[in-house]
Every structure is written in structure tokens, then in C-alpha cells.
């Protein structure tokens, strides 16, 4: 797929530069299996912090009062489970990730061609972000400790839920001026339709990563990265 050569290229991960087993067979598993250690955490402030935000959510987002460290457990775990796109939930699977990563017990998946096209495009000038539904820490992580080694230095910029939902149009306009871009100049790369048309309706060009197995739905698709190309 050809398209006009952008100034900065975003990138989603998982579909996209990470295989979605990864994140649903290791990274989801492993938040789960130790969820009970964020209660010996609660001296940190973003532990703290985000366990706060679950009990406002747990009530607003589910009708439900909580207030203990155990219902406050049980709600993540549950939204866990759901594959809930809830900021204090991706903030604290991002600190247990940390842990994860630092044991040598998790490494970031990456596809095959990722690091050699995101050096290659680094080199002709593009800069590189990332937009994920988990929070930059755990975007840093997966990342930092790939299997292909710390890619962390080809990125300058990092987006997640804090900036806004991945399908809603006004997101893309918000990162467009967070990186005093005109959207035009920005390529979003995604597995997902509607975060494609999110981004292409802010004028935005995009490409559908439609991996082994994926049937294309998008307008514009790659199978791999090697086949991005540039005019």
C-alpha cells in the first residue's frame, strides 16, 4: 500500500505491531494471576490514585457502591475479564506489567518486520508515536523490553485513554494538535475499522494492518509492515 509520505506515523499495537494472543494469552493472565499484589502498593501514589478512580467508576460506569480493597480488587478483576477500556484499570495492569517485565518474566511481542520498518521510516525523517488503549507506561513496556530489543527511542510520542476513546473522531483532532500537525501529515495505523474512520474523518491518512488470518475491511490495508510504501 502506497500512500503519500507522512511527517509522523501513529501506530496502534496490539493487532497491529503485536500479535492480540499476546495481550489476551500472556499480558491479561499475568494481570490477573497477581492482581492481589496492588494491595501492597496503595503507598504509591498511582496505585492509590487509580483505585480511587475505580470506586468513582465502579458507580458512575456500573451503579455499583464500593469502597473496600477487596471490592475494589473484584471490580478490575471483573473488568479485566470484559476487556473493559477503563483508565485506572490500563493503569494499573501497566504497574503490574512493569513488575512483569523487570522479572524477565514478560517480553513485548513484536511482529517479525516491525523494528526494522519503524528504524527505516525513523531514518527517512518520520517521527514515530504510539496510540493504544492501554497507558503509555504499558505502551513503554511492551516496547522497552520487546523481543527485538528497546524500540522505545524511535518513539517521541505517546497517546492512550487519557487523550480520549479510540473511536471517537475528536481524539484524532486533540493528538493532531498535541503534535502541531495538520492531520494530513499523520498516518494512523490500526487493525480496528472504526478507529480507521475515526482518524480518516479528521482528515488523518490511514492503513488497516489485516495480519495473517484478518480479512481486510478498510479502504486502505497491509498485511505486514514491509508493505507500506511511500511517494
Known amino acids: 500500500m ?12 496490539e493487532g497491529t505491531t503485536s500479535s492480540i494472543s499476546f495481550v489476551a494469552e500472556k499480558l491479561f493472565p499475568y494481570f490477573r494471576n497477581n492482581i492481589l499484589d496492588l494491595t501492597e502498593m ?19 460506569e456500573d451503579g455499583e457502591l464500593i ?19 477503563i483508565t485506572p484499570l490500563k493503569t ?11 522479572d524477565g518474566v514478560l517480553k513485548g511481542h513484536v511482529y517479525p ?33 520487546s ?27 486533540k493528538i493532531a494538535k498535541a503534535l502541531s500537525l495538520e492531520a494530513t501529515e499523520i498516518l494512523f495505523l490500526s487493525d480496528i475499522v472504526e478507529e480507521l474512520e475515526a482518524a480518516d474523518s479528521n482528515g488523518f491518512q490511514t492503513i488497516q494492518l489485516a495480519r495473517e488470518g484478518m480479512k481486510p ?8 509492515f514491509d508493505e507500506i510504501t511511500f511517494e
Open 2 to 13: 502506497t500512500v503519500k509520505k507522512p511527517k509522523f506515523i501513529l501506530t496502534d499495537i
Open 67 to 85: 469502597s473496600t480493597e477487596q471490592e475494589i480488587i473484584d471490580k478490575l478483576y471483573e473488568w479485566s475479564v470484559e476487556d473493559r477500556k
Open 217 to 224: 475491511s478498510w479502504k486502505q490495508f497491509a498485511t505486514t
Open 147 to 173: 523481543i527485538s530489543g528497546d524500540l522505545t527511542p524511535l518513539f517521541s510520542a505517546y497517546f492512550d485513554t487519557n487523550t480520549g476513546g479510540k473511536r471517537d473522531g475528536e481524539t484524532y483532532a
Open 113 to 145: 518486520e516491525v523494528a526494522a520498518n519503524l528504524k527505516k521510516w525513523k531514518e527517512q525523517g518520520i517521527e514515530l508515536g504510539v496510540f493504544s488503549s492501554g497507558s503509555v507506561s504499558a505502551q513503554k513496556l511492551i516496547f522497552g523490553y
Open 42 to 60: 496503595t503507598d504509591n501514589a498511582i496505585v492509590k490514585d487509580a483505585f480511587e478512580q475505580t470506586i468513582q467508576l465502579a458507580q458512575s
Open 92 to 102: 494499573l495492569q501497566g504497574v503490574l506489567w512493569e513488575k512483569g517485565y523487570r
